[in-house]
């Protein structure tokens, strides 16, 4: 997975589940964390309470389905 210095966390994350499929909100901060998809901008790691936040704050994008992440058809 290419790193974009303009992509947002919740548009790395919707490339992570097209990739991988669903993930857990851990594997998905892992992902995140060693691919540098996303980067904060103070360079900090992903926490997984970041990526619960996310899902939750764009419930028409995604949902936590068998304590994974996937997209909403």
């Keep these: 997975m290419q ?9 790395a994350m919707s490339r992570v589940v097209d990739k ?3 993930v857990t909100v851990p594997q998905m901060a892992w992902v995140l964390n060693n691919s540098r998809l996303y980067t904060k901008k103070d360079n900090s790691e992903i926490k997984p309470c970041q990526i619960h936040a996310r899902v939750s704050k764009y419930p028409g ?3 936590i389905e068998n304590n994974c992440v996937v997209k909403v058809n």
């Excluded at 790193?3 to 548009?11: G, S, Y």
């Design 3 to 11: 790193r974009n210095k303009e992509i947002t966390l919740h548009e």
């Design 61 to 63: 994008l995604f949902k």
């Design 20 to 22: 991988l499929g669903a």
